[in-house]
């Protein structure tokens, strides 16, 4: 059973650091575009970060420059950086797998193609 499971979520002050972590298993994420996305009770779910099977990144516009996507494909797990947090970056944050063939296709800070498996959600709270 394919399954995705984030963790590191938490509060944070303003302008701190979090690094989420989203676990692959029952599949080797190694050929998919994984992403994370963002979604509050007021919006609907933004596209956050995405990266490719070849490694290529792509950002959403609010968080580029402050968040990194990467990816270590023998742990089977992919990381979401944040850094300089900001009191708007408060959202449950979910991971995402887009699987082959469409691994290598980004647009605007997610994966081109609809995702095939997602995680729980981790929440992630900025205050101050």
């Known amino acids: 059973q394919m399954q995705l499971v984030e963790s590191g979520g938490g509060s944070v002050q303003a302008g701190g650091s979090l690094t989420l972590s989203c676990i692959a298993s029952g599949f080797s994420s190694r050929g998919y575009c994984m992403a994370w996305f963002r979604q509050t009770p007021w919006k609907e779910r933004e596209g956050v970060a995405a990266i490719g099977a070849d490694g290529t990144t792509t950002y959403g516009d609010s968080v580029e420059g402050r968040f990194v996507i990467s990816r270590d494909n023998v742990k089977n797990v992919v990381y979401l950086q944040m850094s300089t947090l900001k009191p708007e970056d408060t959202a449950m944050y979910f991971c995402?797998?887009?699987?082959?063939?469409?691994?290598?296709?980004?647009?605007?800070?997610?994966?081109?193609?609809?995702?095939?498996?997602w995680g729980q959600g981790t929440q992630v709270t900025v205050s101050s």
């Open positions: 995402a797998a887009t699987g082959p063939p469409f691994g290598l296709m980004l647009r605007s800070g997610r994966c081109a193609r609809p995702s095939d498996t």
